[in-house]
């Protein structure tokens, strides 16, 4: 799995799991029924996001997309120790373990989570120094970008080039926005239509390090996205 950081988002959990006298017909003897809802802090619902629900003991992951209201369901086994993640637009982001108690009786759980989207660093895109043109072992992030591009077809974002402080300063916007180019002309190349991508080159003018430090210019040099339209 690509690994990617969040440079601005925004995350919430709430848990609640009980027996529902009410609703227990709707589970099976010894199942949980699980209900995931996505929804913004403001309570909207979030539709069409992925949810994952991994079995930790035998790593064996379930996927499913929320529906209208922001839901997706589930049924599984009782008596196991379950990882929810939620797939967003530049990394799978885990939350806490639910673990379902063991039992013969019908179980129904809910699982709300708020979610919001800001601003992410793409990470894993690689380019030779001085140069815009992507290196091979960028393709795999971006692929991924796409096939979320794909899933949220409403979805439009910025692509944004960013470079540490060595060398002069107009060379080094030129080269971020030629880098971020290059990222949207491969999106394209992959099927997203051009008006879904936008690019800017910021140069070294929004430094998120020390750049007095090798670490610190490695993690200016970056390709961040934002969301501009949901």
Do not use: C, W
């Amino acid at each position: 799995m690509i690994r990617f950081f969040f440079a601005a988002s925004f995350l919430i959990l709430l848990f609640v799991g009980q027996q529902l006298s009410g609703q227990q017909s709707l589970a099976s003897k010894g199942v949980a029924n699980l209900t995931v809802k996505v929804t913004t802090f403001s309570g909207a619902p979030r539709t069409r996001e992925v949810v994952v629900v991994e079995n930790k003991a035998l790593a064996k992951k379930y996927l499913d997309t929320t529906d209208a209201q922001g839901l997706t369901f589930f049924s599984l086994s009782r008596g196991v120790s379950y990882l929810i993640s939620l797939k967003t637009i530049a990394k799978t982001v885990d939350f806490k373990a639910l673990d379902i108690p063991a039992g013969s009786e019908p179980m129904n759980v809910t699982y709300n989570l708020q979610f919001e989207n800001k601003v992410f660093t793409l990470e894993n895109i690689f380019f030779d120094s001085g140069k815009s043109v992507l290196k091979p072992e960028s393709f795999k992030a971006i692929n991924e970008l796409a096939e979320y591009l794909k899933l949220k077809k409403t979805v439009v974002i910025e692509l944004s080039g960013h470079t540490d402080n060595v060398g002069d300063a107009t060379l080094n916007q030129k080269l971020s926005q030629d880098r971020a180019e290059s990222v949207r002309a491969y999106l394209i190349q992959k099927g997203i239509a051009a008006n879904r991508v936008e690019v800017k080159g910021y140069g070294d003018t929004l430094p998120v390090a020390d750049n007095s430090t090798d670490e610190g210019k490695q993690k200016n040099r970056r390709t961040e996205i934002k969301i501009i339209k949901e």
